[in-house]
């Protein structure tokens, strides 16, 4: 069985979004496809070489007359066995307008530039969809992280959400990690290059690890470190953050940065982070 989300509402009343939210799910989402086509389509998924079992589709004015299809098309796909639910976006005239004018986009079927004009024509074709609708959500006072949010509590019962925690050693001298979220220097740490026989070695060696984790210093900046992500990664993933990337660089990114990435990394094992070392083959 394929559950199926079918998403509609006014125009700007946070559609993006709530796709965005479904796909953070796992859902395979279509946006604008004429409802005839979308029985074929689902045949096509059940044969599918990836398994899509979850399939978001956002059907609402842009379809034109074939909009008129939609309560017909749900139906068929029910009879089918499908689970599908239709979520239903609304917002007040006031908001609607604001949105409008804070992106200065034109109303879809305001061709004179009338919003209101428009958002009243699009309720009336509407209507009939928003009366069998599983969800009617007024986005009028959400941000977007509280209608992500909601979307997911609604969709998210069998996917809960999950950032991907990304751990990155580097070493100054090298660049600095563009795509990180957050940087720890850990150049205040006693430095294996100036030990001769670990100079030629890296984080990854034995004799490396035990010099960088002997010293009190680190075992105090580890512990506070796991007890600052522990704090932020639930908190992240209520705002909607999909990823997390830590970067943590020594001078060289051979020797501090690489043990303190696998160390950390490791606190983190039941959020199955990844882990890599930019430059630890770096001379």
């Known amino acids: 069985m394929i559950s199926i989300v079918i998403l509609s509402g006014i125009s700007g009343s946070g559609k993006s979004t709530a796709v965005k939210a479904l796909e953070d799910l796992g859902y395979f989402c279509l946006d604008n496809l004429p409802p005839t086509l979308i029985a074929t389509f689902i045949e096509l998924s059940k044969d599918s070489a990836e398994h899509i079992t979850k399939i978001g589709i956002v059907m609402d004015i842009r379809e034109g007359v074939f909009f008129e299809r939609v309560p017909e098309v749900i139906e068929e ?28 986009r034109k109303h879809p079927l305001s061709a004179d530039g009338n919003i209101l004009e428009g958002i009243s024509k699009e309720r009336e074709i509407l209507t009939r ?9 007024d986005t009028s006072s959400f941000n977007v992280h509280q209608l992500r949010e909601i979307v997911q509590d609604l969709f998210g019962k069998t996917a809960p959400r999950k950032i991907s925690l990304n751990f ?23 430095s294996p290059h100036f030990i001769e026989s670990l100079k030629d070695l890296n984080g990854l060696d034995k004799e490396v690890r035990n010099f960088v984790l002997e010293h009190e210093d680190t075992t105090e900046f580890i512990e506070k470190v796991v007890d600052f992500l522990g704090f932020l990664i639930p908190r992240y993933e209520k705002e909607g953050k999909s990823y997390l990337t830590v970067a943590i660089g020594c001078t060289g990114g051979k020797h501090r940065s690489v043990v303190i990435a696998n160390e950390v990394e490791e606190r983190f094992k039941k959020l199955s982070p990844n882990v890599w070392h930019r430059d630890i083959s770096k001379s």
Not at 79 to 93: I, P, R, Y
Not at 168 to 190: E, T
Request: aromatic share 14%.
């Open 77 to 104: 796909l029910k009879k089918k066995g499908n689970s599908v639910e239709l979520l239903f976006l609304e917002s007040s005239d006031e908001v609607l307008v604001k949105r409008y004018k804070e992106t200065r």
């Open 129 to 137: 969809v928003k009366n069998i609708a599983d969800h009617v959500i």
């Open 168 to 190: 990155l050693s580097f070493g100054y001298k090298y660049g600095f990690p563009y795509d990180a979220d957050l940087v720890l220097d850990v150049r205040f740490l006693p």
